[in-house]
């Protein structure tokens, strides 16, 4: 199910904006015309990637290193602390863009199911 996050002029080129969608958080990251949607929170230790540096293709959490692609979710930098905890995939959601509208799919309970 879509549900409506923001428009997309809310969100700066290169930037990124945490939404609540469905009651949940997840974070929004745009380069150009392309919206992504993420878990708000590293698999890691479920701490914000919204502080993290995001470079059009990955986002990088900011407290122990590591990176995800937002194409998929893997983990694409695998610091050795984490082989020990969490999850080694970002959970993604699908993301139309319609009448200047970001739209998310994300199916009830769908975010507290993946994490
Ligand atoms: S909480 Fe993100 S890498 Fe540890």
Redesign the pocket.
Known sequence: MEHDACALAAISDGGKKVVAVNGEKVLLLRKGEDVWAVDAR??????P?STGKWDGKSIK?R????CYSVADGSRTKA?W??ASA?SDTLPTYSVTIRDGRILVGVADGEVARAS
């Open positions: 590293c698999p890691h230790m479920k701490l990637l959490c407290f122990h290193g590591a610091p602390l984490l969490g």
